[in-house]
C-alpha cells in the first residue's frame, strides 16, 4: 500500500542503497514517496549495524540471554532511523530469476537509488535508461564511477579525512578527527535525494530520464565552509585544528559553572560588549592600542580572553537564556539527554516514534521528526515496520507480476 | 542527451532573500541546476556584499535585485515579484518578511502555487523561536559540539559551520519535494525549516539509542560507537602535522594490514587476531600503528594500505584538495566561473552530482549589487527600463 500523505505521495523509489545514500531513501520515504528497498537474502546487512534495542535485559546483562529467550536478532535502532517508511522486499540479485525481478523493480519505478547493486547484479543502468527513457536512475558511490581512486575504500573516517573534514576537526593536542555519527553519509544522502527530485523534475517536463552520479567525496568536499575560501582568496592559507576556536577567531566555547557555551562576538561586536561594560569586566578593552581598526587582530584574542574570564562568574543554565534575551547567539554545550529533554523540542512535538518492529509498540524508541513542517502536506511519521515481500529467492520461483501484485506496483 | 544547456530546473523561478551560509547554500544548488535565482540585497544593509571572498563561495548562478526595502516603491515591486516567483525563500529571524509585507498569507493569496520556505535557526515556533543561532550555536545546541571531540578535553567540536551546509542540503530537498508536490496539487505550500532540528537529527541513532536503552553516547575521537572495529583512527605521518586515517573494520583487513606493515611482531600477538581483542587494547594498538605511519609519507600509506584492500586515507587539507587530489582533477571538481571581458574567472567548487542528460557546467561569477535590476524587473514583472532607473534613482531599487 502507497503512502497517502506528504508533497512525494504516489512517487515510485526502488532504494538499492547501502549506507552510502540510504538516507537519501529516508528523506524522500518520510516525506511520502512509495519505497520499496531491496534486501538480499539473510537480510539488510544495515539490520545488524549498532546501536540495538536491549530487551529484556537481566541483571546480568544479558543480550546472550536475550538471544536464547527467542530474539534471535536483536533490533537495529540505526535501521529504523536510516530505513524508517521503506517497504522491504527480498530478492537473490545472484540469481536469473532475481536479476529478472530486480530489472522489473527499476522498469516500474520514478527513480532508483543504487550504491553499485546494479552493476554488481550484472545490471547496467545505461540499459535500464534506454528501456525506460524516464527513468532516473542514481548512484552514490565513494568516489565516481572512474577515476584514479575509483576502486578505493572509504567508510566515513576515510571519507572525513580524503574529503577535507577531518584536517579541520580536532585540536592542537588531538589527532584530526571525524565528526560524531554519519556526516559523510548523511552529506551524500542529501545530495543523492537532490538529484533525484531534480532529475525527475527534468523527467516530467521533458520525458527525459538519465544517470546521475554522487560520488561521496565531492558531497563532502563541498561542504567545508572556509576551507576553500581560505585555499583560494587568502593566498594558499591552511588553517591548523585548533579546538571550538572559530576559523574567524569570534567565536569559541568555554567553562561556565555549570557547564560550557560558545560565546561569540558576532553579529555586533558593540552590542556583545554591553553586557560586559555593565557588569564592569571589560578591563583594558577600550585602550587605545585595541582602537584603531588595524589593530582588529589584536583586539578580538584580547575580547575571548575578557570574555573567558568574565563568563567563569556566570552560571548555566541561566546566562546563556539571559544572553539570548540579549539576542545574543551564544550556545550552550548540551549533551544527549539533555537535547532529548530540550523543552522547545518537547512544545513543538517534534520527536516521533520509531517502532522497530510490525506491531505498532507504544514502547517504541523516540527519536528525530523532520527537520521542516510543510504546511498542507505533512510528513509521514515512521509507521510499524512494513511486511517483507519475497520475490525469488533460493529458486523459490516467484514471477515478477506476482510481486508487482503484492507490492501494488506494476504496469 | 538533452539540447546543449538544458538544466533540471529550467524555468524553475526563485526570490531569494537569504544571507551568509545556510540559505545562500540552497539557493547556489538551485542556481546550479538551472533555476533563475534572484538574490534580493540592498546597498543600505551592511555585511556580506559581492567583492567579500564569503559573499564570492556562495553567491555564484544567481542574479542580483537590490530592494531597499525600507521604501515603499521598492515594497510594491517586491510584492509584485513574490508573485511571480515559484519559491520564495528566506533565512531572517522570524517575522521579517512579514513586516515587508510579503509574508506567506499575503503572498499565497495572490500565488497559490508559491513555495514559500522560511529557514530559521529554531523554526517558527516554540518556546525558543526567538533564539539568535549561528552554526556554531546550533552545533553546541544539538550535542554536535560535545559529541565530536576526545574524553577528558575541553569541548572541541566540528572545524567548519557544517549545520549551515547541512541545513541548506535540506531546504534544497524540501523545495523540490514541494515543488513536485505543486504538480499533483497544483497547490504550493509553507515550508518551516527548523536549523536546530537540522543539527539534532544528525545524531539520530544515538538519540534512539538514548530513548530506548538510556545509554548517553560520549565523545570517543574517531572510535566507532556502536562497531567493534581497531585499528580506527588517524595516524601521525612524516612531515609536519601529517596525517593518515586508516579504518580496519573486520578481521581480513587487520590481516592485510599487518602484512602492509611488513608483519612485526608485536601484531602477531593472538589476542589481536579478533576485534574485540584488539578493541580491548586499543591504546598500544594505536601506539604501535602510529609508529609505523611515522615513519611513511602520508600518500605512501594510503596507497599501500589501499592496494591491500585496507580502507585508508590521507587527511587532506585545502592545498592537498586543490593542488594533488587526481580524483578531484579527473572529476573536474574545481574549476572557474565563466568570465567575462571585464572580469577575471573565481575558482569554484562544482555541483557534486553528475547529470549524463543535463550536465551543469556553467558557473557564472557573482553579480555586482544590483547589476541585474532592469532584466529582472523587466522579465519577471514587464517593468520599463525608465522604471527602474527612475527606481534607482529615488533610492528604491539600491
New interface residues.
Partial sequence: MAAVA??????RILDLSDERGIFAGK??AD?GADVVRVEPPGGDPLRR???F??RDAGDDGGTEDAKDAGHAEPVS??H???ASNRRPVTIDAASEAGREQLRGLCLEADAVLDCGTLAAAGLSIEEL?SAKPDLVAVDVSS??P?????D????????????????????A???????????TR??AG??A???I??????A???G????????V???V??????????????E?R?L?????L??SGA?E?M?VPGG???V?I??SLERNLVWLVEDGAHQDLFDEQYQQPENLALLIPRIMQVFREWVATKELPSFFFDA?ER??????????????G????A??D??SR?PAGQEADPEA?????????????PWVPPGPAAETVTGTVDGSGRTVEAMFDEIGWGP | MSEAGALPLDGIRVLDFTHVLAGPFATRIMGDLGADVVKVTSMARPGNVPGNAYYTMWNRNKRSLALDMSDELARETCRALCERADVVIENFAVGVLDRWGVGYDVVREANPGVVYVAMSGMGSEGPWSHFVTYAPTIHALAGLTYLTGVPDHDPIGIGVSHNDHIAGLHATVATLAALEGRRRTGRGQRIDLSQFEVGVSLAGPALLDYSANERIARPGGNTLPYDVAAPHDCYPCAGDDRWVAIAVMNDAQWRALRSVMGEPSWASDARYDEASGRVADRATLDARVSEWTSRHETEAVQSLCQAAGVPAGVVQTGADMVERDPQFAHLGFFTTTDSGADEPPVPVDALPLRFSATPVTQYRAPRALGADNAAVLDEWIGMDEADVRAGEQSGAYR
Wanted: overall charge negative.
Fill in positions: 506528504g508533497p512525494l505521495a504516489g512517487v528523506l524522500l516525506l549495524r549498532g546501536p534495542i536491549e535502532l540505526w529504523a532511523f536510516y535508461v568516489f565516481g572512474d577515476g584514479p581512486w575509483r578505493l575504500r572509504a567508510p566515513d573516517l576515510v571519507a572525513s579525512a580524503l574529503g577535507g573534514f577531518a584536517a579541520t576537526t580536532g585540536d593536542d588531538t589527532q584530526p578527527l571525524k565528526a560524531f555519527g554519519d556526516m548523511v552529506t542529501l545530495y535525494a537532490i538529484a527530485l531534480a532529475g525527475l523534475r527534468h516530467r517536463e521533458r527525459e530520464g538519465q544517470r546521475i552520479d554522487v560520488p567525496h565531492t558531497a568536499a563541498s561542504c567545508l565552509e572556509h576551507v576553500l575560501m581560505f585555499f583560494w582568496h587568502q594558499g591552511v591548523k585544528r585548533q579546538g571550538s572559530h576559523w567565536y566555547v567553562p560550557h557555551i560558545m561569540t558576532t553579529p539570548q539576542h545574543y547567539p551564544y550556545g550552550w554545550v548540551l549533551t544527549p539527554d539533555e537535547v532529548a530540550n523543552p522547545h523540542l512544545e513543538r517534534w520527536w520509531y524508541a523516540l527519536g528525530p521528526g523532520t527537520p521542516y513542517q510543510f504546511s498542507d502536506t
